[in-house]
């Protein structure tokens, strides 16, 4: 390993120190061996870290393409359309006409669609499941939606039934509640006919509402019909109603472009329709966000693994100080010691990221089967996690080595 002194014609002349590669590496693997425990809580924070690192990049992808699934089919198939007319005219009325929802349903690749708007000032004093004072009261909001705008909102009930054209039409007055305010109100069935009191006026409680896609904030408020709530509180106020279209899919941003003109082709600028966001840019921004939220994760546990093999391999120097005065004494030069303390390092970073690699390989699939989703790993994510440990590895040891690598033989040995 280290080289032999000659003698020349000319005098004695001393060959000059070298370490080759492969007894760097019989050097590396030798110190690994001598103490397997050390080194095994060494590799373990690269496990983590590089672990970390690739169960948290396949987690993404695999929770991309779920989110990429649900966007397409709720948000690509849903329009909303807000008045805008006080904005633009501050004499303009209401600006959707009376057949609005005719109007709207008449074009190609609408399914449902309908008005619906909160009705300000209305259960001011709290919706009560009881006429004599001091019952349960519960401060909520009540909004008027049409049959459409159910249908729209991909409303479905856990009793009774939803209002329809015919039953919202006449002068009953009738309402819907969330589940967890009919729990709150006492209300379990509609099979009593039970009844609300908002204001002090008794609704008929035709339906109660378990679950509303589109528009979850109904589930822990009242619905009303919209001609009762304008024949009670009266219309609504400027600006204040809403149309909620639902579209077959691919339809969406045409029916978004052309719905302010089919409502009023006079001053289609009064209505102003949302098209739902664009899939593909929707998916990327998503996927930008979780990759910088987990890649700033597998980060954190990489340093922390760095900061450990640092601090181990700090400690063996200490350690090791008599062996290593003893190289040195032997002929072993400054960079010998500081390559073989790098070896050792690199070749623990790297063997942390294998099993890291593996591990984290294994959790995406476990997850993924647990979800019922499709895993999805990046090969390049796999290739390049072994040399991230190798990097890690090599830049946790070079404090440790140049340390190595100052200690002087005379000091060494006198410890």
Known sequence: MIGLASRTPRGPRIEPSRLSRRDLLSEAVSGMLQRPARSALTALGTVLGVGTFVAVLGLTATTSSQIDDRFSLLSATEVSVRDVGAQQDEFAGVSFPEDAERRIERLHGVEHAGLYWE??????????????????????????????????????????????????????????????????????????????????????????????????????????????????????????????????????????HEAPVALD?????????????????????????????????????????????????????????????????????????????????????????????????????VVSAWREWTPVVDPATVAAAPLVGLATGLLAGLYPAWRASRIQPAEALRR
């Open 119 to 256: 009705v300000e000032g209305a259960a001011s004093g709290g919706v009560s499941g009881s006429p004599v004072a001091g019952g349960t009261t519960e401060q909520v909001k009540v909004y008027a939606a049409s049959p459409g705008m159910l249908d729209a909102a991909g409303a479905s009930v856990a009793e009774g039934r939803l209002y329809d054209d015919f039953l919202a039409g006449s002068d009953t007055p009738v309402a819907l509640l969330g589940e967890g305010l009919a729990t709150r109100l006492g209300i379990t069935t509609t099979a009593t006919r039970p009844a609300v009191f908002i204001d002090g006026q008794a609704f008929t409680v035709v339906g109660i509402l378990s679950d509303v896609r589109r528009k979850p904030e109904l589930l822990l408020n009242v619905v009303v019909p919209p001609r009762t709530a304008d024949r009670v509180w009266g219309a609504p106020k400027r600006g204040g109603t809403q149309m909620l279209i639902e579209t077959r899919p691919g339809a969406a941003r045409q029916i978004a």
């Open 265 to 365: 082709p006079a001053h289609p600028s009064y209505l102003k329709a949302t098209p739902p966001p664009d899939p593909r840019s929707l998916r990327s921004s998503v996927t930008s966000d979780l990759s910088r939220l987990f890649l700033l994760l597998a980060a954190i546990c990489l340093v922390i693994g760095a900061v450990g093999i640092a601090n181990t391999t700090l400690v063996a120097v200490l350690e090791r100080t008599g062996e290593i005065g003893l190289r040195r004494a032997l002929g072993a030069g400054a960079r010998h010691i500081m390559a073989q303390f790098l070896a050792e390092s690199g070749a623990l970073g790297v063997l942390g990221g294998l099993i890291g690699t593996s591990l984290g390989t294994v959790l995406v699939v």
